[in-house]
C-alpha cells in the first residue's frame, strides 16, 4: 500500500487529488498540506473534498508531512514544489511534480533530486494527453517539413502562466521529431505585420477564458489538406487520477527523473 501525500490540499486540484487517492486501489492518504496561512488547517482532508473524514487532518508542516508519505504529490506554484524538494530528499520520499512554469534552474533543480529519491516530472498526467504524444512524434516524422505545425491551447481563466506546460512539451515533440530546436523556432502569438510564414517555424495559440479544464490541438496543415490531433479534458480528475497512478507506480521504483511515458509504458513506443 502505497503512502500517498498530497500538498495544495484546499486547493481545487488539491481536492481532486484526495478523492483520487481515497478511490485507488493499492493507495491510501498518509498526509495533506496547505500553506501555513490557509483557512482550512486542521480540516479532514476526505471532509474537505467531499468524500467524508479520512483521519487525515490538513497541515502546513512539509517536513513531517514527507516523513509520513512514500510519495507526495504536488500540483502547486513553482516556488512551492521548489522548496519542497529538500524535505523530499530528507524522508527518502519520492515526488509526483505535475506543477508547470519552471525556469531552467528550476529544472535543474528537480534533476538534483532524482539523484537521491524517485521523482515523476510531467506537465500533463492524463493518459490521453500522453497517448497523443506519441501521436505528435508519428505525425511529425511522417510529415517532416511540408506542414506547417501550430499548437492552439485554451484553459481557464486562473490558469498563471502562458502556453501551458504541455503546450510546450507538444512542442517539443514536434521539434526534436523534426529536428528542430523549440527555443529558435516557436513563435508565441502574431500581431501586426507579420510577413509570410516560415514552415520551419511552430506557432502557438493561447486561450484564457472561464472554467475551460484544458484543450490542446496541434494543427498540422499542408496543401490541400490537414491533420489535427485533439485531446479535451472535461475534469480534473483525469488529471488527478494519472497522478495518483504516477505515484504508486514511483511508490516501487529506484532513486531517477521519470515522466508518464515511463508510468504508462509508453517508452520507445512507435518510435
Not at 516556488?79 to 524538494?85: F, S, V
Not at 494527453?129 to 517532416?144: T, W
Not at 496543401?223 to 497512478?245: M, P, W, Y
Amino acid at each position: 500500500m502505497a503512502r500517498i501525500g498530497v500538498t495544495g490540499a484546499g486547493g481545487r486540484m488539491g481536492r481532486n487529488l484526495v478523492t483520487a487517492v481515497a478511490a485507488a486501489d493499492g493507495a491510501e492518504l498518509a498526509a495533506a498540506v496547505e500553506h501555513p496561512d490557509s483557512e482550512v488547517i486542521g480540516t479532514d482532508a476526505g471532509t474537505l473534498a467531499g468524500e467524508g473524514a479520512l483521519g487525515v487532518p490538513i497541515g502546513h508542516d512539509i517536513e513531517a508531512a514527507a516523513a509520513k508519505c512514500d510519495v507526495l504529490i504536488d500540483f502547486t506554484r513553482p516556488e512551492a514544489t521548489l522548496a519542497y524538494l529538500t524535505a523530499c530528499q530528507r524522508a527518502g520520499c519520492g515526488l509526483v511534480i505535475g506543477t508547470t512554469g519552471f525556469d531552467e534552474a528550476g529544472k535543474r533543480a528537480i534533476a538534483a533530486t532524482a539523484e537521491s529519491v524517485g521523482v515523476v516530472f510531467a506537465p500533463n498526467m492524463s493518459a490521453g494527453v500522453n497517448l497523443s504524444l506519441k501521436l505528435l512524434e508519428l505525425a511529425a516524422r511522417a510529415l517532416g517539413d511540408t506542414v506547417d505545425v501550430e499548437v492552439i491551447e485554451a484553459h481557464h481563466r486562473h490558469k498563471v502562466d502562458a502556453p501551458s506546460g504541455t503546450a510546450l512539451r507538444m512542442g517539443e515533440v514536434v521539434a526534436e521529431a523534426t529536428g528542430r530546436d523549440l527555443s529558435e523556432h516557436a513563435i508565441y502569438g502574431r500581431h501586426g505585420h507579420t510577413g509570410e510564414r516560415d514552415r520551419h517555424t511552430i506557432g502557438f495559440e493561447t486561450i484564457r477564458a472561464g472554467d475551460i479544464v484544458g484543450e490542446h490541438t496541434v494543427l498540422f496543415a499542408g496543401d490541400g489538406e490537414r491533420l489535427e490531433i485533439t485531446h479535451k479534458a472535461s475534469s480534473r480528475q483525469t488529471f488527478a487520477s494519472g497522478a495518483v497512478r504516477a505515484a504508486t507506480w514511483l511508490a516501487g521504483q529506484k532513486p531517477g527523473l521519470y515522466d508518464m511515458e515511463d508510468v504508462l509504458g509508453l517508452r520507445g513506443a512507435g518510435g
